[in-house]
């Protein structure tokens, strides 16, 4: 574990980390449980991912919890899934106080049941005034559903002459997201062996580096994290420009 961590530059650490937590039902199903199970036991590798990317600095870390495609699940899944939502962020609320985890959202919030939602507004304003790590829950969100709410916005503004066309820029496009005043994640971390990013920040992991891994979410320690971090330093990042003259620019 220790020497995991000693291999960490510290001075390259994401500060903003995302993550597609997927596996939980497989997971569940090698055990010989109810997918239910695999989700309850992933609330600890929530856990230990908080604590991770706490210790090594990572400043944002967003979790796809729950997306719009979800609903289609059985119903018994999604109920069960919703209440141990509500559950676990209430049980958190005074553990994150401790360790200065602010809590925000992103999606359609109101969508979700009124217990789910009341739960995330409580957390949410419960913890608002801690600075040590931002933990941002992507909850009834689709990126499309993003993208299309920004859109709206922005063209009823060109409509009613408070915009026009040619102000449109990345800078205005992002204003209007729901990650407004989040930077965009460095690394995106995918688990359960799946490669694709399945309707999640679509605009914002334009220049974000994936990791893929065949680890179930339930699995997903704190040596795993760190081990994705060690693959994110191990990349050159060169946003379009060649590897010349990002040295030149060092």
């Known amino acids: 574990m220790n020497d995991l961590k000693s291999q960490v530059d510290f001075t390259n650490v994401p500060k903003h980390v995302a993550v597609i937590m997927d596996g939980n039902g497989r997971w569940a199903k090698q055990q010989g ?93 419960n913890t608002k005034n801690n600075t040590q790590i931002t933990l941002i829950l992507a909850l009834n969100y689709s990126a499309k559903w993003e993208l299309r709410e920004a859109i709206k916005e922005i063209a009823n503004a060109v409509k009613s002459g408070e915009l026009e066309s040619e102000s449109i820029t990345d800078e205005l496009i992002s204003s209007h997201l729901t990650t407004n005043n989040i930077p965009d994640p460095e690394l995106m971390i995918r688990t359960s062996g799946e490669h694709r990013i399945s309707n999640f920040l679509l605009w914002q992991l334009a220049y974000a580096e994936f990791y893929f891994t065949d680890v179930h979410w339930p699995d997903f320690g704190r040596d795993e994290f760190i081990k994705s971090v060690l693959a994110y330093q191990r990349r050159e990042r060169r946003f379009g420009m060649v590897s010349e003259q990002i040295n030149e620019s060092e």
């Open 33 to 125: 449980e109810e997918r239910l199970f695999g989700h309850a036991k992933g609330v600890e590798s929530v856990r230990s991912a908080l604590h991770t990317a706490k210790e090594l600095g990572v400043q944002y870390l967003t979790l796809y919890a729950f997306s719009t495609e979800n609903w289609s699940r059985p119903q018994a899944e999604v109920d069960g899934l919703m209440d141990i939502l509500v559950r676990s962020i209430a049980n958190e609320i005074d553990e994150l106080n401790k360790n200065g985890v602010r809590m925000l959202t992103i999606g359609d919030i109101d969508g979700l049941p009124p217990a789910c939602s009341s739960s995330l507004k409580e957390a949410i304003e």
